[in-house]
């Protein structure tokens, strides 16, 4: 072994040895010892236009492939444009290392005064993330990036930044062993204490109606047969939260899709004992609060996630315990049989089958809209097409703000893990990376985004992208012209005021404010970008469409004309509304 490397050598030897095989960015002078190693090493680059989006691939790819997500940013201005891929995925909980140049040591941290391309990287990137450093020494790359690496592996998943300057990337370094990822962390699954899994089967073997809420932790832990198996053992309905959607199949009968939401309430409030798994419990699941729970004296509440520092974050606790969500479903599932005779699972069919009745007549009454004139679209015809179309495991990515609604509920999502979007955030433009990404860690797989046309309009640019690394993704375009949740916002905010807006509404006031967006040939643009496009103003035209996308065996995008005062009216904004309000509490 030679006595000198480089620094970007040592780091890309490193990543190899976690097994990572591709990484997105950009490429730049300032880590060519990086990126070129990388490759060197058999792993494949995967380039944006954009650093956001490489954030957001490199968080769909760990996402979807339970892999390390790995994306590069240069100093200075690739940095600043990554930060808003950085706070997305970081809230998003997605388990990605990023790594960054910055400019020579000794002219940075602090800053000599004027240095070019210069910003305090690690002091803005360290309160958006989950752990961010810098490394002043060569010396000192080997075990900063072994700490980075523990990081991303330790408790929720986030977005884990480390920092190194361009001459101890590109420069000569002490040449050191590599070290194997059991050397350094911990490569075995967190198991919880086997008392605390006992008294947890006991609570649900004696429950009268048990039910499980599940979150994206049950995605991380890739724990999804064992999550259908302990619902079916007790016979307990899942629900989930918008980050875990999907871990189980939603046409099984103990599922209970989150966009029936009066249907969840009513088990929330049902059931005697929650098993929660994996989830915050935040915002967007009434932080587990009355009217939309059972009160805490009248619920058990169990509650399994693997970052200690989550439990009884909103809801207070009957059992708090510390594990992998699937080793722990896995010890359950053993004790659950050791008491399968003791349970009364008669009774629960009964109460599920009465409660299971609400999803039935919401699902009738949400699909009467399907029978709406169609010339152009109701919003809700994509979605329901495209279920038709694409393949039960077929990656679907929901994008926008009134789009995205109409897109899950009118989506069944049909197998694990297949489904993403920006629950935390509801960050426009994200899912155009994130179906690249969902596309480079499944090849084998359909991937379509269903994406409002204003979100579209973030990062139209990378349909090159996908064309350029043959990611054959199908993108959706919903064009209203309009941002459309703000529209219908402001006019019912502004219906009783409208007399106090004449300058900013026009002489007859019957407007709105900067919410009309003008026309984009969407399908004339991934032309010239040398994908497939097309044009859809019907349920018709869109079959069509999307056979011939199929097709093409590219990337594509489908200009879908909805009728955009129907678009506006987006099934479920009454309870997104009433989300945004403290719930009562007990």
Not at 43 to 72: D, F, N, Q, W
Not at 147 to 152: G, M, P, Q
Not at 514 to 525: F, H, K, Q, V, Y
Request: one cysteine or more; aromatic letters at 6%.
């Amino acid at each position: 072994m030679s006595s000198t490397t480089t620094g970007g050598q040592i780091i890309a030897k490193m990543l190899k040895a976690e097994g990572v095989d591709k990484f997105f960015g950009i490429v730049d002078g300032t880590y060519l010892q990086l990126f070129a190693h990388c490759v060197e090493e058999g792993m494949e680059m995967i380039t944006p236009r954009h650093e956001a989006v490489a954030a957001h691939m490199a968080g769909a790819y760990a996402r979807m492939s339970g892999k390390l997500g790995v994306c590069i940013a240069s100093n200075g201005p690739g940095v600043a444009n990554m930060l808003a891929g950085v706070a997305v995925e970081n809230t998003e909980g997605n388990r990605v290392l990023l790594i960054t140049s910055s400019r020579r040591t000794g002219i940075t941290y602090p800053d000599r005064g004027g240095a070019y391309q210069c910003f305090d990287q690690v002091g803005v990137i360290r309160h958006m993330a989950k752990w961010s450093a810098t490394c002043a020494y060569a010396e000192r790359i080997p075990e900063l990036m072994r700490k980075a690496l523990r990081k991303c592996h330790e408790g929720r998943p986030g977005v884990v930044h480390l920092d190194v300057p361009e001459n101890l990337i590109n420069g000569p370094c002490p040449a050191v062993p590599i070290f194997q990822p059991e050397q350094y962390r911990n490569t075995h699954p967190l198991a919880p204490l086997p008392e605390l899994v006992t008294r947890a089967a006991d609570l649900l073997a004696r429950a009268r109606l048990p039910m499980i809420h599940a979150g994206s932790g049950i995605i991380h832990a890739q724990a999804f047969a064992e999550l259908r198996d302990v619902a079916e053992l007790l016979h307990a309905p899942v629900s989930t939260s918008w980050s875990g959607r999907g871990v189980l199949d939603e046409r099984h009968p103990l599922a209970w899709p989150m966009v029936h939401i009066e249907a969840n309430n009513a088990l929330r409030n049902s059931a005697d004992v929650c098993l929660c798994l994996g989830s915050d419990m935040g915002e967007t699941d009434w932080w587990g609060k009355a009217p939309y729970w059972a009160k805490t004296a009248d619920q058990i509440f169990i509650q399994v996630d693997i970052d200690e520092e989550r439990l009884a974050r909103n809801r207070p606790n009957n059992l708090a315990i510390v594990g992998d969500a699937r080793l722990f479903l896995q010890m359950l599932i053993d004790e659950l049989r050791k008491r399968s005779s003791a349970m009364d699972l008669a009774d629960r069919e009964t109460r599920v089958a009465e409660l299971a009745e609400k999803i039935a007549e919401d699902r009738v009454k949400l699909d009467e809209m399907l029978a709406l004139p169609a010339e152009p679209m109701i919003t809700c015809h994509v979605p329901h097409i495209c279920r038709q179309i694409f393949d039960d495991d077929a990656v679907v990515i929901f994008d926008g703000g009134n789009t995205a609604v109409w897109g899950n509920f009118y989506t069944a999502i049909l197998a694990p893990n297949t489904q993403l979007g920006t629950p935390h955030m509801g960050h426009l433009g994200a899912g155009v990376g994130q179906a690249l990404g969902a596309a480079a860690a499944r090849p084998d797989k359909q991937v379509y985004c269903i994406i409002g046309d204003g979100a579209m309009g973030f990062n139209m640019q990378e349909i090159e992208t996908a064309v350029r690394h043959n990611l054959k993704v199908i993108y959706l375009v919903v064009a209203d012209k309009a941002w459309g949740m703000v529209k219908i916002n402001q006019m019912f905010a502004l219906e009783p005021v409208k007399e106090m807006f004449a300058t900013a509404l026009g002489p007859d006031r019957t407007g709105t404010i900067n919410t009309d967006l003008g026309e984009i040939a969407w399908d004339r643009l991934a032309e010239a970008m040398g994908a497939f496009g097309a044009r859809a103003d019907s349920p018709e035209t869109l079959r069509t469409a999307l056979d011939q996308a199929l097709a093409a065996d590219k990337c594509a995008v489908i200009y879908c004309q909805v009728n955009p005062e129907a678009h506006m009216m987006a099934p479920g904004l009454i309870y997104f509304k009433a989300m945004h309000q403290e719930p009562a509490g007990e």
